[in-house]
Structure formats: C-alpha cells, structure tokens
C-alpha cells in the first residue's frame, strides 16, 4: 500500500506505533506483519531491513586523492581535440570571473605567490572581483590553466616538454572533481557562481553551469551522445526536458542553444548517460562513500569503482560509443535500433566536424571476453583498475561537511518528527549507511503514469517507460525520465530511485534529481499535492520548520551532533 502523506504521529508514543502498524499489517498484509515489537522500536530510527551493501575494493587513499583531482585517463584529448574547449575559451576571450560565472572553482594552493599577491591585492580594493584588472583578463585564464588550478580541468603535458602550456600545445581534460568539488570561497566567492580557495572535495558544485561550459567548445557537437536526441528509430521523438530534440545534422549553433538553455540544460545539473535523452541530474556529492549505496539515483550500479569506470569511459569521452563494445552498450539500453542509429549518427557528427583518433581514453578490455557489456566492463573496457580502488579508498574516507549549527531544541524537535514521518526509507542517523533498496517509481510519484516506449529489451532491463512530458507541457513529468532508460533493472530491481545521503542539506539550492523543488520547507508542505513526486509531508508550518532544521544540521561527526547521541548509541 504506498504511504499516506499526510499520515505522521504527532507525539512519540511507542504503544501507538506499534498497534497502529500491527493493524495495519492485518488489513494490508504487509511486511509488517512479519516484525516484532522490538524490531519495531529500532525502526524508528531506520527501516527495518536496510541491506547491506557490497564490499570495495579499496587501495591507496593518498594516490586516490590525485586521481580524483587530477586523472584524465586520456580524455584531455576529447575536451581539447574533439570539443576544442580551450580553443573555445580562448577564442571567447573567456577571464577568470567570467569562470567563476559559470560556477568553476580556483584553487589558490596552486597559483605562485606572486599570482596570490596580486588577486589578494586586487581584492582588497574591490572585495566583489567585478573591477579586478587580473580577474577580467582573459590571459589571466590560461595563467589558471597552466597551474592546474581550475578545479575539474588539470591540463596535461601532453607534448612532454616538462612545461605545461596550453598554448603551445598541452591540452585541458576533465576530472571527477568537475561535478564533485569546491573550494572554501576563503579568497573570493561569488553567491551564485564558483570560488577561489582551497579544495573541498566532495561537495557539489551546486552553481556549475556545465551545458554552457561544453558550448564553450567549438565543437560541441562532439558530444552528441549525451544530448537530447531525436531518433529516426523511435519515431523522430525525443525524450526529455526540450520539446524537440537535436540529429546528426544540427548546427553547432542549435547544439549550443540547447547546451545553454536553462530550462533544457539547467546550472548544477550533468546527463550522466549517453542514451540520447535529455536527462540531466542535480550534482550529487562524493564524500563518505562508505555509507553510499548504490551509485547514480537511479540505482543502476551496486560499486562506486564501475561507477567510476563508466564515468570515464562514457561520460568524460563518449567517443567510445563508436566502439564494438559501445556499440553493443547503447544497443542493450535503447534497443538495436535506436542504439545502432545513436552509434552511426555519431560516426557521422565527429567526420562531419574533423574529430580523429579517438577513442581517447586510455582503457583495456577483460581478460575474459565474457566480462565485456557486465558492470565492470559496460562497454567493454576498464580504466586502471587500482587507480579506481585508490579513488574508492579515498572517496570512502572523505570526510562530510559539518551540519548547520541551528536552534537545538528545534532540531530535537524535528529528529521525533522525521522518526515518527521518515524512517520507512530514511536513517536517522547519518554514521549509518544509506538502505539499499529501490524505491519504485509509483510510490516515490503516485503521478507516475508512463506509456510504453519500447516493450522489449534484454534481461534483466524492464520496458523503456516514460510519463509523457517536457519542462513546458506537463512538467511535473520529467521527474521520471532519468530512469526511463537507465534504471536499477541492469540490477535486476525495479524501476525507481535510490536513496540519499542526507548530508551537507545546508549547502543545496534545490531538491529532487530533477531540480523541481526550490527549499527543504517546499520539499516538505502538503500544497504540491498529494501527486508530486516524493508527496510525503509535514503539514503543521511549525513541525515543518523543526524538521527542516533537524535535516540542515545532519552530520556524520558525533562530537558535532550531541543531540542525536540519545537512542541512537545502541544502534551504530
């Protein structure tokens, strides 16, 4: 039976939960039917069969820490050959505070003194940056390139000469701490753009504007894959959050009106598949990776190293859907003829646009043949596999950032709401990792209400379902799109979400994978309806606010969450 939204027990009484549940069992037949009293005290703060995740992997985390800041494996020349995206920026005449912008951090441990000199000078006589004589200087931007100090972009010496310079041939690529660090703004921060400090890894960068980053390029066709796509194999239709889609035979100019669109391609967002729909999703972050399960909201990878594997040999250089084992990958999630269609139109747009050489990056296939197209080896290859499990060693230890110190009492208060609302999905405590269950799409959107868009595809995969919908006509309806195609059922599980962390709440502009909701309070009130995706509420404005409070002030440090000590010592 899904759950009622409205339903929450105003006061704490065990006795009341646990006859009021019994009932409900006896009319519903349930699983909770099933628990006895005491495992229905110790759900309270949690659900009661959680999972358990898989064991990682894990290596050496100090060398983990350079490759998640630094690690190309080969893609600099994508971004730099085939998207020619410092080719772009300099042509644009692009300076560091229009970088900042777009949402790109600098980290100021990698400029020289006499760089830090002058930006800490220029700062002190205008605080804001916006008349800063070195910070709009467009030359002032490759000095940051140089230096590797634009977080996501480390630049290579790709011609060996010992110098790194980009304007003398050594190329830019793209990093994980692209999407998934910041820096503490301890220099510069701009509100609603990047920063200039020191690293923060694992944060999301909840101001990058990525679709107007690859339209940088000059070619940002190149990445073609990844965009919303309309396919002769499905009808000209497209899938996504724009009411057309792009083909072959689009203008650099149609891609980039698409890429810069925030509506189609909105800031924080990255399309972490390349299905051909448009399907972004809000960055998440990547610290405490020990208590994360599974990897991606849509459930669809059970190891934080294939996910990162996938990353790289389809996100960061998509060239590799050209491949034999591409190929079978984008056949086996969109169909033979969709994914063969996607695969030749891409052949098409990189000779269309000069592109050469690739795939890129630098990848291996199993040993055993019969590893190719499985989790590890998605489209038949596999960057370094202990550079991966130093990155998973590194990503597990991360620590979260600190909670937002609010009022105590009225995040005690909101800690007996959300156990008595929350935890037939959520933890109380974040030190415990996150359930691993999927949540199916109807429960998580009584909305749902999809059509069948491809009724067959290789098992374990479910049917290609979507609810009908784009940002201008029925807009609600994005909110499934990202797990039409790319779903938890490469798991065997059904189609739906995976759950969060609930961590570094204070930070996030928006809420939901689709960005639909503005604040926690809007995530929370009864007023988006009983049909809106995630319609689990707190409909007293008061109670709401404490839970909101209790939400922004997780941590996964006991010595800074003195308030959650109580009732849950027991339970870690």
């Known amino acids: 039976m899904p759950p009622i939204p409205h339903l929450r027990f105003s006061v704490p009484n065990m006795l009341i939960v646990i006859v009021v549940t019994a009932m409900l069992a006896v009319l519903t037949g349930t699983q909770y039917g099933r628990l006895d009293a005491e495992d229905l005290v110790s759900r309270r703060n949690g659900p009661a069969n959680p999972g358990q995740p898989p064991r990682h992997e894990l290596g050496d985390p100090a060398n983990g820490q ?90 290579v010496d790709s011609n060996g000469d010992g110098v790194i310079d980009v304007t003398q041939g050594d190329k830019a690529g793209a990093s994980c701490t ?55 194999a499905n009808g000209g239709n497209t899938l996504g959050r724009a009411p057309t889609g792009l083909t072959e035979l689009s203008s650099e100019a149609e891609v980039d009106a698409y890429l810069t669109n925030g509506n189609f391609y909105p800031i924080g967002m990255f399309d972490d598949t390349i299905d051909g729909n448009g399907d972004p999703m809000h960055n998440m972050p990547l610290f405490r990776q020990d208590l ?15 996910f990162s594997n996938l990353v790289y040999t389809a996100l960061l250089d998509p060239t590799t859907v050209t491949t034999e084992g591409g190929r079978a990958f984008v056949r086996k999630l969109g169909g033979e003829a969709a994914g063969t269609e996607i695969a030749n139109d891409y052949e098409q747009v990189l000779a269309a646009t000069g592109v050469t050489g690739f795939p890129y990056v630098e990848a291996t296939p199993p040993a055993d043949p019969a590893l190719a197209g499985t989790e590890e080896f998605p489209l038949g290859v596999r ?22 110190r609010g009022n105590r009492r009225a995040v005690v208060r909101g800690r007996e709401l959300f156990r008595d609302s929350c935890t037939n999905c ?32 290789e098992p374990p995969l479910n049917p290609i379902l979507d609810t009908p919908g784009n940002i201008f006509v029925n807009p609600i309806n994005i909110f499934d799109d990202k797990m039409a195609v790319v779903n938890a059922s490469l798991r065997g599980l059904p189609r739906g979400t995976a759950l969060p962390l609930l961590l570094d709440l204070a930070r996030k502009p928006v809420f939901l994978h689709d960005n639909s909701v503005p604040t926690l309070e809007r995530l929370l009130n009864p007023g988006r309806g009983r049909l809106a995706p995630h319609p689990f509420y707190v409909g007293n404005p008061y109670e709401r606010a404490d839970v909101v409070q209790f939400l922004r002030s997780r941590d996964t440090d006991r010595r800074r969450e003195g308030d959650d000590e109580e009732g849950d010592r027991d339970r870690e």
């Not at 080969?74 to 900042?100: C, I, K, S």
């Not at 990525?210 to 339209?215: D, I, K, P, Q, R």
């Not at 994360?292 to 294939?306: M, Q, R, T, Y």
């Not at 405590?429 to 949540?439: D, E, L, W």
Request: glycine share 8%.
């Open 178 to 232: 692209l999407c998934h660090a910041i820096t503490d703004g301890s220099v510069l921060n701009l509100e609603t753009g990047g920063s200039i400090g020191r690293r923060q890894d694992g944060r999301a960068p909840h101001t990058l504007d990525f679709g107007t980053l690859v339209a940088l390029g000059t070619n940002s066709r190149a990445y073609y894959p990844v965009l919303q796509l309309a396919l002769d």
């Open 383 to 404: 960057v370094d596999h202990t550079k991966l499990i130093d990155m998973n060693a590194y990503l597990f230890a991360l620590d979260a950032p600190p909670g937002e």
């Open 66 to 155: 350079v490759v998640f800041r630094f690690e190309t494996f080969g893609n600099e020349r994508f971004w730099t050959d085939a998207v020619r995206l410092v080719e772009g920026m300099t042509a644009a005449g692009v300076t560091p505070f229009q970088a900042l912008r777009l949402g790109l951090h600098v980290d100021v441990d990698a400029l020289d003194a006499n760089l830090r000199a002058q930006i800490s000078a220029e700062l002190a006589q205008d605080p804001s940056g916006v008349s800063s004589p070195l910070l709009n200087d467009p030359n002032a931007t490759v000095q940051l390139l140089n230096a590797n100090a634009i977080i996501g972009l480390p630049t």
């Open 426 to 457: 959520h933890n109380v405590n974040q030190r415990r990792f996150v359930p691993t269950f999927i949540v199916r799409m109807n429960r998580i959107w009584p909305g749902d209400n999809p059509v069948v868009l491809l009724a067959q595809r």
């Open 292 to 306: 994360a399960f599974p990897f991606g909201s849509e459930g669809a990878i059970a190891k934080l190293d294939n």
